[in-house]
């Protein structure tokens, strides 16, 4: 069973680890990568997310569940410490904060261009949008780097770790030096998830930021 690893010194030699790519380098992480996003139908997975400023201080614990359904969509849903939706269903991303009764919608495509979130959605240019920069690994995980082509995406580069070709974690180095470690467990690949899990519905009395695209037409 693979744990967070908790933001203290181990974290920090973590973090040191993969920003120095220290271990030996193997070309596979290239096969893997194209696996990732070409091969895998379905994935779920429990999720533990740390939020790290540039002196490794913990800014933010989250937690929840992770379901993808490609091609195209995903559903971030965070229990810990509040309860917040983020779900891209082919053609929008709304961002629903339960507490707050607010959520935010964007075109899809917009919201997810350059950003790691479009390698989650399995989208057909996915790959072209980011350097591969090589692989390596790190005892049970062989960690992939790349970095987004274009430099506003807001993320300088991303690292994806997988163990026995699964992906087990998730690594964000952002442009304001801060980052994000995501860690899966209980990880299923290619398993049936429910359709409607990626249907988003506004509730009664719940506020809208934003105005969606609507299919067949070009994004506002």
Do not use: C
Not at 25 to 48: K, P, Q, S, Y
Not at 63 to 87: D, H
Not at 157 to 169: H, K, P
């Amino acid at each position: 069973m693979v744990r967070l690893i908790r933001a203290s010194s181990v974290t920090v030699l973590f973090i040191a680890a993969v920003a120095q790519g220290q271990l030996t380098v193997d070309d596979h992480g290239e096969r893997l990568i194209a696996e990732f996003v070409d091969e895998i139908d379905t994935f779920r997975g429990e999720f533990e997310q740390v939020l790290l400023d540039p002196a490794g201080e913990v800014l933010e614990r989250t937690s929840g569940t992770l379901e993808i359904s490609r091609p195209a969509k995903f559903r971030w849903s965070y229990v810990e410490p509040y309860e917040q939706w983020l779900i891209a269903d082919g053609l929008n991303i709304w961002s629903y904060d339960v507490d707050l009764a607010q959520v935010t919608v964007k075109p899809q495509a917009e919201a997810l261009a350059n950003t790691p979130a479009l390698l989650l959605s399995g989208s057909d240019d996915a790959l072209e949008q980011f350097n591969y920069e090589g692989s390596y690994d790190e005892t049970v995980t062989t960690w992939v780097k790349l970095a987004p082509k274009n430099t506003d995406s807001g993320f300088m580069r991303v690292e994806l770790g997988f163990i026995d070709e699964t992906l087990y974690r998730m690594v964000f180095f952002d442009n304001l030096e801060q980052t994000t470690l995501v860690e899966f467990d209980d990880v299923v690949v290619n398993g049936a998830i429910n359709a409607q899990r990626f249907d988003f519905v506004v509730p009664d009395g719940v506020d809208v930021v934003g105005t969606p695209a609507v299919a067949g037409t070009s994004a506002p």
